[in-house]
């Protein structure tokens, strides 16, 4: 039997130019930043170095420009992020956000709050944090709880979420609550919100590691109301 044979791929002249201007951003913005810090990698969290990472175009890479994105190649966004985790930069203030945060709300909220939100988040300005997980719901997220009920002036959340990955530095959520009853479907009757972390009604308390690091929380809703148009989708 044939051996697999996988030709070496070669990058494209940007790219190679990219990894270069990269590699001399980190040899001088990461010179004081001892090991211990480094091996944290993406969990590692600098608002300013986001807010440099922003200043150079390396957040929002392939975005549209509508949104401040930088419409660039997502090989390109690879060099950059491949450089980053190499080198254990603190990118994990605005990682989910510039992950998936920033492209969920440009698909399914792409006139209303993309062009308020995203180009902020593009510019490193802008954290986000995932509510999914509750204290009876891990990865089974169709057993969820936390509930909103469409009033007059809003949205209005009660519930839990647990496990919520910087909570505490975030500017946003987007949490996963029941809009309707639970039927025989499990997975209908839930949406995704909008949250802004300094809604009144909003606790987030630390969840320490066994080393006692504070990275997880969990964040208690207590009649949230959101705006109606804070709904995804």
Same mark, same amino acid.
């Given at each position: ?75 390109? *966004?690879? !060099? ?10 603190? !990118? ?23 062009? *308020? ?101 969990? !964040?208690?809703?207590?009649? !949230? ?9």
């Amino acid at each position: 039997m044939q051996g697999l044979l996988i030709d070496p791929g070669s990058l494209p002249p940007e790219c190679v130019a990219l990894r270069a201007e990269v590699r001399a951003f980190l040899a001088e913005a990461m010179v004081h930043i001892p090991p211990a810090r480094r091996n944290r990698n993406w969990s590692g969290a600098s608002a300013d170095f986001s807010r440099q990472m922003g200043e150079r175009g390396w957040i929002g890479m392939t975005w549209p420009a509508r949104y401040g994105g930088h419409q660039r190649s997502m090989l390109e *966004r690879y !060099v950059v992020l491949e450089e980053m985790l190499a080198a254990g930069a603190p !990118v994990g203030a605005h990682w989910v956000a510039d992950r998936q945060s920033g492209p969920l709300l440009m698909r399914y909220a792409p006139d209303t709050l993309a062009p *308020r939100i995203v180009p902020r988040i593009a510019r490193g300005e802008c954290f986000f944090c995932i509510g999914m997980s509750e204290p009876d719901s891990g990865s089974d997220l169709a057993s969820i709880r936390t509930k909103a009920v469409n009033t007059a002036q809003g949205w209005v959340i009660n519930g839990r979420k647990v496990w919520t990955s910087g909570a505490h530095r975030a500017h946003y959520m987007i949490a996963l609550v029941r809009t309707s009853e639970r039927t025989e479907n499990r997975h209908g009757g839930m949406s995704q919100f909008l949250v802004d972390m300094q809604t009144p009604g909003l606790t987030v308390r630390p969840i320490l590691n066994q080393l006692g690091e504070h990275d997880f929380n969990e !964040v208690t809703f207590d009649d !949230v109301t959101v705006p109606h148009d804070c709904l995804i989708g």
